[in-house]
Every structure is written in C-alpha cells, then in structure tokens.
C-alpha cells in the first residue's frame, strides 16, 4: 500500500499571528526611527535659533545633523519596507506548511549595527560642537557680531551705558563736520505714554559731501540714507551698537565698488563708539 505523498503539517494559527505581531514591531520600529529621524534634522535648525537668541558672534551651520536625520529615515523606510517583504514570504510559506529552518534575525543585527553607527557619528559630532564652543576666547564678547543672514545688520557689543556711548558718538560726529539730523529717543516716548522700555536711541547722521554721489548713483539708496546708528540695551542689560551693513547696502542697491568708503564710515564710528 502507498504511503500519503505529503505528510506536512499545516501552519497553526499561532504561527501566523506570531508572524503578525512581529512584523507589527517592525513596523513600530521603522515609524520610530523615521520619527526620531524628523526630530534629528531639526535639531541644526534649533541650535541656529538659540545660537541667535544668545546674540552668537558666528554664524556656525549645522548642516550635518539634517544628514543624520536624514539618515535614520531613510533607515526606517528600508525597515518597513523590508519588513513587509519578509512578512508576505513568511505567510506565503506558512501556507505552503513549509517550516523555516532556525537562522539569527539578519534583519535585526543589520539595524542595531546601523544605528550604533549613526550614534556613534552623532555623538562625535555633539562632541566637536562643544568643544569649538568652549575653546573660544574668553574676549570674544568684544568683537563685532556678523550680521544675521539676510538682513545685513550688524550688532558690536558697548562698553558704555546707552546714553555714554551715545554721547561718545555724538563727539565724534562733530569733530568729523558729520550733520547729526536727528537724535530719537524711542524710550523716552515711550515713557511719556507710560510704556516702559529699555534704553533705546536712534542717531540719524551724514553728510551731503558723502551721501549726494550715492544717491546720484543709485536714487532708491536715499531710503538707507542718511546713515543710522542704534544704540540699544537688551534684556540682560547689555549695550549694543547696531547699523546696517556697508556691504549689504552697496549689494542692496547695485552701488559701484568705488562708492562703498562713503557709507563705510560707519563701521569706524560704531566700533570707536563701542571701545
């Protein structure tokens, strides 16, 4: 008599909800590492953010950490990806009642050696950020700020109250025959309306000798001019002298090279005012 040609034994149920719930966690696990990656990318964009609140002296770029998260999602979306293909073969071949022969989870030790690597870049590179950070000189404080991206100002920390430093320009102006046209004191008007502020005042100078070739060149530059100087104390009570950019203006409004000294005077006088 013949024996059964397929003595198989067919998958239970548990084996397949065994498989689900595997590949259930899989699945959490990729939408972690997309998540996690998300908030890496971010990460750059927020220390440029504080570096700006805490009136940083550089402009640093934080490029790298949009790579690492970049990274750790590209990592998630191959994990669920492959999770699925792993999972439709293991149904596919629980049907077939073929049973699967025991083997180390690759899939498992391919991801932890992927991301103990991009931990350990991401830690080195915290590690170097720090130390940049503190291995710059205790004075650094005094030089001038570089102005923010795009908007061409420029911020010098004063070693003088506000109304010194303001005083001190105004001493240079005229030994220099520069027109003071206006002094506006924001936070006195504010105080006649009962608003408080800190120290703010506004210096508007110039001279028609300097300014008038400017504008003949380019008329729409009349709208930076004459040249402003804001001298400002911020919340911590530190004092800053702040103008425009030569540089920005001269791009801003298409300005000859040759030009750039008549409004690049103002750089002299901020960082004399600020000493």
């Known amino acids: 008599m013949g024996a059964p040609m397929d003595m198989r034994q067919k998958a239970a149920l548990s084996d397949y909800l065994a498989a689900e719930r595997t590949f259930l966690a899989w699945i959490r696990t990729g939408l972690a590492l997309m998540g996690f990656g998300f908030v890496v990318a971010r990460f750059g964009l927020f220390l440029q953010e504080f570096q700006a609140a805490q009136h940083a002296l550089s402009a640093r770029s934080y490029g790298l950490s949009l790579w690492f998260g970049t990274a750790l999602i590209a ?21 077939r009642s073929e049973t699967a022969h025991a083997r180390p989870s690759t899939q498992a030790v391919t991801m932890a050696l992927f991301l103990a690597l991009v931990g350990l870049a991401m830690a080195l590179y915290l590690i170097s950020i720090r130390s940049s ?9 005094e030089r001038s700020m570089t102005p923010r991206r795009g908007n061409g100002i420029i911020d010098l920390p004063s070693n003088h109250s506000v109304d ?25 008007e504010a105080a006649k309306v009962g608003m408080p502020m800190r120290p703010t005042k506004l210096l508007i100078f110039g001279s028609p000798k300097a300014g008038t070739p400017v504008m003949l060149a380019a008329p729409r530059s009349a709208i930076d001019l004459p040249l402003k100087m804001l001298i400002w104390e911020d919340a911590q009570g530190k004092v800053w002298v702040t103008y425009n950019s030569p540089v920005y ?14 409004i690049g005077v103002v750089e002299t006088w901020a960082t004399k005012a600020a000493e």
């Open 75 to 95: 990592g998630g979306v191959i994990v669920n990806v492959f999770a699925g293909w792993h999972h439709a073969r293991l149904v596919r071949a629980l049907d």
């Open 133 to 141: 950070t503190r291995a710059q000189p205790a004075h650094s404080e």
């Open 249 to 262: 203006v001269q791009e801003r409004h298409s300005l000859p090279p040759e030009l750039l000294h008549n």
């Open 164 to 188: 010194e430093t303001v005083e001190k320009l105004k001493g240079m102006l005229q030994a220099q025959g520069v027109t003071l046209f206006a002094l506006v004191d924001h936070s006195g």
